[in-house]
Structure formats: structure tokens, C-alpha cells
């Protein structure tokens, strides 16, 4: 595969609540981290002293943040308003030839800041806030529902 353009990693936000995604305005950096924290059963028996871990344990959790120009859209609006609301709404994360990564964050926080003579920025960062899906792009779409039929 070969490399991708960092422009096209993208965070998007549900819109409506009903799906309607759209890609956060004036973003020039982005960056997704997964973590994973190991759940240690280390005793006195261990073999060697080595450290054991506990297969498929531990919590789970994602990492998403991003930095841009401040451009006012309605995405700026959208993410101020579930920040002092406290909501965690569907985002989807772009990842070029690989997949989407969707589910519910929650905005960590929100700064804006700029400087006399330079553009006005913004940073958000969001915490994973219950189950994400991975859908690769090379996976096909899902079949549509078949309509029942009519008598």
C-alpha cells in the first residue's frame, strides 16, 4: 500500500443524532490512539518470575484529537454545544485505505486560541465512550433490507 496523505484522516460528527455525519471544519492535524490496559495475574508461582497477563482482560478505550483553524461551521457549533451539554454522539474516524472507526466519544476539551497577527485555532480532544465498530473499506456495504411483500 502505499503512503497515505495525513489530510485525509479525518474525525467527522453526527450532525443530527440520526447519522448524518460531517467532516470537522478546518482541521489540519489529527491523530488516533487505541489503548489497552493489561490485566496483571502475576503470583509467586509465575514461571521464571516472568510477568503472566490475562487473555482478552482489561479495559479498552480510543483516543482521538485534532487541530485546526477556527472556521465558525456548523461543526464548530455542533461540538461547543455537546461539550457544555456533557453528550457523547456518534464521530467516525477516517482512516485513508483502511477503514472507518465509529461510536460513541466524548469531548474531552475544546480550546480556542490565537494571536494578534495569526488566524484564530482550535483544539479538541475526544475520550471513546462506550463500544466502537471497525469497518474496513475493502468491506462490502451491507445488503439493504428486503421490503416484505404486498398482498
Do not use: C
Not at 471544519?25 to 491523530?31: E, F, I, S, V, Y
Not at 490475562?54 to 461540538?79: I, N
Request: negative net charge.
Amino acid at each position: 500500500m502505499p503512503a497515505q496523505a495525513g489530510k485525509d484522516l479525518l474525525i467527522k460528527i453526527d450532525m443530527t443524532g440520526d447519522g448524518l455525519f460531517e467532516t470537522v471544519a478546518g482541521l489540519r492535524a489529527t491523530r488516533l490512539s487505541f489503548n489497552a490496559e493489561p490485566v496483571d495475574t502475576t503470583a509467586l508461582d509465575s514461571p521464571g518470575g516472568w510477568r503472566e497477563l490475562l487473555p482478552g482482560a482489561g479495559l479498552r478505550s480510543a483516543a482521538v484529537s485534532g487541530s485546526g483553524v477556527f472556521r465558525d461551521a456548523a461543526s464548530d457549533e455542533r461540538m461547543r454545544a455537546l461539550f457544555f451539554a456533557g453528550a457523547m454522539p456518534a464521530f467516525q474516524v477516517v482512516i485513508p485505505d483502511f477503514g472507518t472507526l465509529e461510536g460513541p466519544f466524548q469531548i474531552g476539551s475544546l480550546e480556542y486560541a490565537g494571536t494578534h497577527d495569526g488566524e484564530a485555532t482550535f483544539e479538541v480532544s475526544l475520550a471513546s465512550a462506550g463500544a466502537l465498530a471497525f469497518v474496513p473499506h475493502d468491506a462490502a456495504p451491507p445488503a439493504p433490507p428486503v421490503p416484505p411483500e404486498v398482498p
